[in-house]
């Protein structure tokens, strides 16, 4: 067993709110992703559509694009623990 560092990766990101479909979209847009990959749910939840399975983010979640264009959340704490912004 060896010890790994996790490659520093550039990704965009955005902190899902929970403020209903018209935030939805607007992140859909800044993120330049598909809305067939994420939708609203009526408790304010997202359904991300992942080659293993739905995901749920809820609001204070961070959505995530990829290096390939996956879209994916991360809990708040986890994200702060792992990214850093780029200026």
């Given at each position: 067993?060896?010890?790994?560092r996790k490659r520093p990766v550039v990704v965009d990101a955005m902190q899902w709110n929970?403020?209903?479909p018209a935030a939805l979209e607007a992140l859909l847009?800044?993120?330049?992703?598909?809305?067939e990959?994420?939708?609203?749910?009526a408790n304010?939840?997202?359904a991300i559509a992942m080659l293993e399975g739905v995901m749920t983010a809820i609001p204070s979640d961070w959505i995530i694009k990829g290096v390939?264009?996956?879209v994916y959340p991360c809990k708040d704490h986890v994200f702060k623990a792992t990214y850093e912004a780029v200026p």
């Open positions: 067993m060896g010890l790994y929970g403020d209903g847009r800044e993120l330049g992703v598909s809305s990959q994420v939708t609203h749910q304010g939840d997202l390939h264009h996956e």
